[in-house]
């Protein structure tokens, strides 16, 4: 079956950056594309970007331009996503998806990231 | 912030109907396939709907979406307990170079 496995929870400090991982398993990564989602306490889902994870061309949402990075190891079935210059507002649950054709179907656990001075 | 709206809420008693709305525009709806996700409580959001109204496998037949314009709508049929969570509706937005753009959400309660 499709699993995303995240890594666990992270706090930084204003200014900092964070790298999340995912690893896949059940299916063929390279036929799918990883999406990543946060979601803010309360508050609704927030699509960040994908990354194709076969050619590794990626899609950032305007917001996170110049501020994310996606990253994908065919090696290992594992992509990464790293968060720069974090401030308060950037404390959310943030999600893996794969995703193909303009949907996501399935989702990883979610990793916390807190940002705390 | 989102570009498709939905009601905050919406309630129902055991065995009604619920119809959660989503509400777009040309850029996604209008032009795009909908999808709706469902997120219980402390959990991560799971595909409830896809291309409109199909349904993954597994998904009961009480939940179906459609969609009409810019707008979509997903039914709850035989409304049960475990229903209780929040719903999203979702689809590709071709404006600001190409998004993926999620509802404002819609919170299901069993009364």
């Known amino acids: 079956q499709v699993q995303l496995v995240q890594s666990g929870a992270e706090v930084r400090k204003p200014g900092a950056s964070v790298k999340v991982s995912c690893k896949a398993s059940g299916y063929t990564f390279t036929d799918y594309n990883i999406d990543w989602v946060r979601q803010a306490t309360g508050q609704g889902l927030e699509w960040m970007g994908w990354?194709?994870?076969?050619?590794?061309?990626?899609g950032y949402a305007q917001k996170f331009q110049g501020r994310v990075i996606m990253t994908t190891n065919t090696a290992t079935n594992t992509a990464s996503m790293e968060l720069s210059s974090l401030t308060f507002e950037d404390t959310a649950v943030y999600y893996c998806?794969?995703?193909?054709?303009?949907?996501?179907?399935?989702w990883g656990q979610g990793t916390l990231v807190t940002v705390s001075s | 912030q989102s570009v498709m709206t939905q009601p905050p809420s919406a309630s129902g008693t055991p065995g009604q109907r619920v119809t959660i709305s989503c509400s777009g525009s040309s850029s996604n709806i209008g032009s795009k396939t909908v999808h709706w996700y469902q997120q219980l409580p402390g959990t991560a959001p799971k595909l409830l709907s896809f291309n409109n109204n199909q349904r993954p496998l597994g998904v009961p037949d009480r939940f179906s979406g459609s969609k009409s314009g810019t707008s979509a709508s997903l039914a709850i049929s035989g409304l049960q307990s475990e229903d209780e969570a929040d719903y999203y509706c979702?689809?590709?937005?071709?404006?600001?170079?190409?998004?993926?753009?999620f509802g404002t959400g819609t919170k299901v309660s069993v009364l």
């Open positions: 979702a689809a590709w937005d071709d404006s600001l170079g190409g998004f993926f753009a």
């Open positions: 990354m194709d994870a076969n050619s590794g061309n990626t």
């Open positions: 998806a794969r995703g193909r054709a303009q949907l996501i179907d399935f």
